[in-house]
Structure formats: structure tokens, C-alpha cells
């Protein structure tokens, strides 16, 4: 995992534990194992730039960001902007090709800490990946849910989203 002050990214493959009991005997089993998705364990070697972009072989990961800004008058903010993809069904849509099928649910969260005014704002999104109102690229690095995103151009990423009052439109070096 990653995380960057200026804009960086962080994934992870949480998934949730069940315990069963077993003649006496507890024994944990992953809750993501148990409805066929991969598991994330320790010795995955990461290769870059292509593992910034979506694993739907795994149940959850997110693309996180945080930093710091200021503008040329001085006004100083604060900024995080996180997608998160959750995978609901690990059937995959070739059993169902409906355009309406969704295996896939995105959040995001944007929060804005304008800091000279003193204030804290923040939005949701919520959405499935029918339709194309969100979703996460495996070929490349873009996420996004409805007009807020995060996505690679060449050496640099693009991140945008809205809070009323507090647009976010970013070029970001990570």
C-alpha cells in the first residue's frame, strides 16, 4: 500500500472474515474466499504503472488520495478524494449480458478543508457500474463515478470532482 501527501494512491484487497465453528475447533475463513473471489496475501510483486488499474478478481480495493494546496493570494486548502469499486457478484456479466447488470458498486468521498475560511465540505457518491455511472478501467488507470475522477495521462494524473463551492480539477505528479 501507498499514500502520498501530494497525491498518491492506496488499494487494498480487505476482506472480511467468517468464523465457523467445527467440533469445537474455530477455524477463520475469508468471506471473499468462501464467494470465489482472489484473496490478497503477503508476496504479490507489484508491477507499475499497470497495477494502479482496477483487480475486479478481488472483492474491494480504493484509489486514495490526500494534499495540501495553496493559491497564489495565499488561501490555503486541504483536499482527499478516495474512489472505492466493492464487487458484489463473482459471476462476471457473461452470464448475464444485460446493459442494467451491475456486479459492481463504486463510492466516492471528497472532502475539502479550506482552511483560511475555516470550513469543511464534503460529498458522496454512490452508483453502480450499469450504464456506465461508474466504474474502474483493467486496461488502464481510470476510475471514476459520474464527473468525478481520477485517471493516468502519461506521467501525470487527473483528478477531478465537485463539492458546491469547492470544485476540484487537478493535474497531480506522484
Not at 475486479?56 to 478516495?82: I, N, V
Not at 469543511?120 to 471514476?144: D, I, P
Request: glycine fraction near 12%; charge should be positive.
Amino acid at each position: 500500500m501507498k499514500r502520498s501527501t501530494r497525491g498518491g494512491w492506496r488499494r487494498a484487497g480487505w476482506l472480511g472474515g467468517l468464523v465457523l465453528g467445527l467440533g469445537g475447533l474455530l477455524v477463520t475463513v475469508s468471506q471473499g474466499a468462501l464467494l470465489g473471489f482472489q484473496q490478497a496475501v503477503p508476496g504479490y510483486t507489484l508491477h507499475f504503472p499497470a497495477d494502479h488499474a482496477a483487480h475486479p478478481a478481488y472483492r474491494t480495493e480504493w484509489w486514495y488520495y490526500t494534499g495540501h494546496l495553496q493559491t497564489t493570494t495565499g488561501k490555503r486548502y486541504g483536499y482527499q478524494l478516495t474512489f472505492f469499486r466493492h464487487r458484489v457478484d463473482s459471476s462476471g456479466p457473461t452470464l448475464n449480458p444485460s446493459k442494467w447488470f451491475a456486479d459492481n458498486i463504486y463510492m466516492a468521498h471528497l472532502a475539502i478543508t479550506d482552511e483560511t475560511a475555516r470550513r469543511f465540505v464534503y460529498g458522496e457518491k454512490r452508483n453502480r457500474a450499469a450504464l456506465g455511472l461508474a466504474g474502474a478501467s483493467e486496461q488502464r488507470y481510470h476510475v471514476w463515478n459520474e464527473d468525478w475522477r481520477a485517471e493516468r495521462l502519461g506521467a501525470v494524473q487527473h483528478l477531478a470532482g465537485d463539492i458546491p463551492g469547492y470544485p476540484l480539477n487537478l493535474i497531480v505528479t506522484p
